[in-house]
């Protein structure tokens, strides 16, 4: 058995045709329906920079405004928070995302919960996680990287009612939100860590699998229950002397074990990394709507 694997490159192309038709359509019958997104960005990691340079990009592709406010690493806490309560206070800007990691003097959790909840596209903010957490709760915004997860399992056709889904990883960014997701759907699910004992034997009893724990190659396919769904979401960089950076971009997933044992795998790159930014643009168009629901409401 070869896996299929899932195309997060295509769907992800998909859904931001959709999002630029439908913020063409809403302008038709409202001009000031004009989606807005404001990141925020202190330091200047090249990794945080990468990310958003991809995130302002994909963002004007589908003509969502998108604008960078960087700050110096040495910003306080406190200046910061002035800045956020600023930014949440323009109706112009209708959501806002908080480039990760902080600087280490500074509290990504004060950082992230000050985001108006409206505007918390990210997903990350105290009401959104907490609704996401609920049986039947109702955030206002579901994390990026989580959704992006089950869009792709639901863009392939995966049924995941009555399935046994097993999540490595308890990250709040990842880990933990996949894993309330997959409950919601109904799966049954077992989310394993570093302190995990017989790890394989959860594996061999998985319908699915999600990996978001950022170690290179580490599942094996002989891990696996052949015909497994297993979604990867581990972004490293390994030594590739062929390469011209000199290193590689692979999965938390051993692909070339795992592709002979799975029936539909998603690949990295081309999985959900595509799928992130697209469902931060899709959170942004929908917190755009969300708000001139409101201003209709209220008026």
Same mark, same amino acid.
């Given at each position: 058995?070869?896996? #299929?694997k899932?195309?997060g490159?295509a769907?992800?192309?998909? @859904?931001?045709?959709?999002?630029?038709?439908?913020?063409?359509?809403?302008?038709?019958?409202?001009p000031?329906?004009?989606?807005?997104?404001t990141?925020?960005?202190?330091?200047g990691?090249?990794?945080s920079s990468t990310?958003?340079?991809?995130k302002?990009?994909?963002? &004007?592709e589908?003509?969502i405004?998108?604008?960078?406010?960087?700050?110096p690493?040495?910003?306080? &806490?406190?200046?910061?928070?002035?800045?956020?309560?600023?930014?949440?206070?323009d109706p112009?800007?209708h959501?806002?995302?908080?480039?990760?990691?902080m600087? &280490?003097? @500074?509290?990504?959790?004060?950082?992230?919960?000050?985001?108006?909840?409206e505007?918390d596209?990210?997903?990350?903010?105290?009401a959104?996680?907490?609704?996401?957490?609920?049986?039947r709760g109702?955030?206002l915004?579901v994390?990026? #990287?989580?959704?992006?997860?089950?869009?792709?399992l639901?863009e392939?056709?995966?049924?995941?009612s009555?399935?046994?889904?097993?999540v490595?990883?308890? /990250?709040d960014?990842?880990g /933990?939100?996949?894993?309330?997701l997959?409950r919601?759907?109904?799966?049954?699910v077992t989310?394993?860590?570093? %302190?995990?004992?017989?790890?394989?034997?959860?594996?061999k009893?998985?319908d699915?699998?999600?990996v978001?724990?950022g170690?290179p190659?580490f599942?094996?396919?002989?891990?696996?229950?052949?015909?497994?769904?297993?979604i990867?979401?581990?972004?490293?960089?390994?030594?590739?002397?062929t390469?011209k950076?000199g290193?590689?971009l692979?999965g938390?997933?051993?692909?070339n074990?795992a592709?002979?044992v799975?029936s539909k @795998?998603s690949?990295?790159p081309?999985?959900v990394?595509?799928?992130?930014?697209?469902m931060?643009l899709?959170?942004?168009?929908d917190?755009?709507?969300?708000?001139f629901?409101?201003? %209709?409401? /209220?008026?």
């Amino acid at each position: 058995m070869t896996a #299929t694997k899932i195309d997060g490159a295509a769907i992800a192309k998909k @859904i931001r045709e959709g999002l630029k038709a439908r913020i063409k359509q809403q302008q038709e019958t409202n001009p000031r329906f004009k989606p807005s997104l404001t990141i925020i960005q202190v330091g200047g990691r090249p990794d945080s920079s990468t990310y958003v340079r991809m995130k302002l990009k994909a963002a &004007e592709e589908v003509n969502i405004i998108c604008t960078i406010v960087r700050y110096p690493e040495s910003i306080t &806490e406190l200046e910061l928070l002035e800045q956020i309560t600023n930014i949440n206070n323009d109706p112009s800007i209708h959501g806002v995302l908080v480039q990760l990691p902080m600087p &280490e003097h @500074i509290s990504e959790h004060a950082i992230t919960s000050a985001v108006a909840d409206e505007k918390d596209v990210d997903g990350f903010g105290v009401a959104n996680i907490g609704e996401l957490a609920k049986r039947r709760g109702r955030p206002l915004f579901v994390p990026c #990287t989580p959704k992006g997860v089950m869009a792709l399992l639901r863009e392939s056709g995966v049924e995941l009612s009555g399935k046994n889904a097993v999540v490595i990883g308890r /990250s709040d960014t990842v880990g /933990s939100p996949v894993s309330y997701l997959l409950r919601n759907a109904d799966a049954t699910v077992t989310v394993c860590h570093r %302190k995990t004992e017989g790890l394989e034997d959860f594996l061999k009893r998985a319908d699915v699998v999600v990996v978001a724990i950022g170690r290179p190659n580490f599942v094996k396919g002989e891990w696996l229950k052949p015909g497994a769904v297993v979604i990867d979401v581990g972004t490293n960089y390994i030594p590739d002397e062929t390469k011209k950076s000199g290193h590689r971009l692979v999965g938390d997933v051993d692909f070339n074990s795992a592709v002979e044992v799975a029936s539909k @795998i998603s690949p990295v790159p081309g999985g959900v990394g595509p799928m992130t930014v697209a469902m931060l643009l899709q959170n942004v168009v929908d917190a755009t709507t969300n708000y001139f629901e409101r201003e %209709k409401a /209220s008026g």
